[in-house]
């Protein structure tokens, strides 16, 4: 199996004086930048804490039926009101597969089998990062319909997908059509 690896968004990488940490949350002093392995980081001069930059990790589904796409508009920010693959972030016990599941029952009220990996994709922003890990799956139960985070939802002809709220959603699909 192919992973694909991307990189969208990531000429945006964070500047090196953004800093989400101010304070060491080991022993509380005050963070300063340092080179660590090439990088300009939050570190502690006091007890060489790091506070690395680590991204989101988020696990999306694409459920294909008859060469058509389900899609959700979203309903919440970022990209309130724009179309995206059901997904969200990985929970810190769970695998992404499972969270890709779990997200598809909660935005679009359906229980998916997942089928395969499509691909691993990377998105930068400038407060920090996401790896989007891609699944392809199918409806086992439910009839779609919008959840509390969704404002609708609308099966696609595959080559008649309207443009996505994420670069990363838009290189899966693309990827996808591509396949076969």
Same mark, same amino acid.
Request: hydrophobic letters at 40%; charged letters at 25%.
């Given at each position: =199996?192919?992973?694909? =690896? /991307?990189?969208?968004?990531? $000429?945006?990488?964070?500047?090196? /004086? ?13 963070? /300063? %930048? ?6 300009? #980081? ?6 060489? +804490? ?12 694409? #459920?294909? $039926?008859?060469?058509?796409? &389900? ?5 919440? %920010? @970022?990209? *309130?009101?724009? &179309?995206? #693959? @059901?997904?969200? +972030? ?12 779990? %997200?598809?029952? $909660? ?21 920090? !990062?996401?790896?989007?890990?891609? +699944? #392809?799956?199918?409806? /086992? !139960? ?19 997908? @309207? @443009? *996505?709220?994420? !670069?990363?959603?838009? %290189?899966? *699909?693309?990827? *996808?059509?591509?396949?076969?």
């Amino acid at each position: =199996m192919a992973v694909a =690896m /991307t990189s969208a968004g990531s $000429e945006s990488r964070p500047p090196s /004086t953004r800093r989400r940490h101010r304070f060491c949350p080991a022993c509380g002093s005050e963070l /300063t %930048e340092r080179d660590v392995e090439g990088r300009a #980081l939050p570190a502690c001069p006091a007890c060489d +804490y790091i506070a690395f930059r680590d991204p989101k990790v988020v696990a999306v589904t694409a #459920l294909v $039926e008859d060469g058509a796409v &389900w899609l959700l508009r979203r309903g919440i %920010e @970022p990209c *309130l009101g724009e &179309w995206a #693959l @059901p997904g969200g +972030y990985v929970d810190f016990d769970e695998h992404p597969s499972h969270a890709a599941a779990r %997200e598809c029952l $909660e935005e679009i009220g359906c229980r998916v089998r997942i089928e395969r990996l499509l691909g691993v994709h990377h998105a930068g922003f400038a407060d920090g !990062g996401v790896v989007v890990i891609a +699944y #392809l799956g199918a409806i /086992t !139960g439910g009839r779609p319909a919008p959840g509390p985070e969704a404002l609708e939802v609308a099966r696609f002809p595959l080559p008649e997908v @309207p @443009p *996505l709220a994420f !670069g990363t959603h838009t %290189e899966i *699909l693309t990827a *996808l059509r591509t396949a076969g």
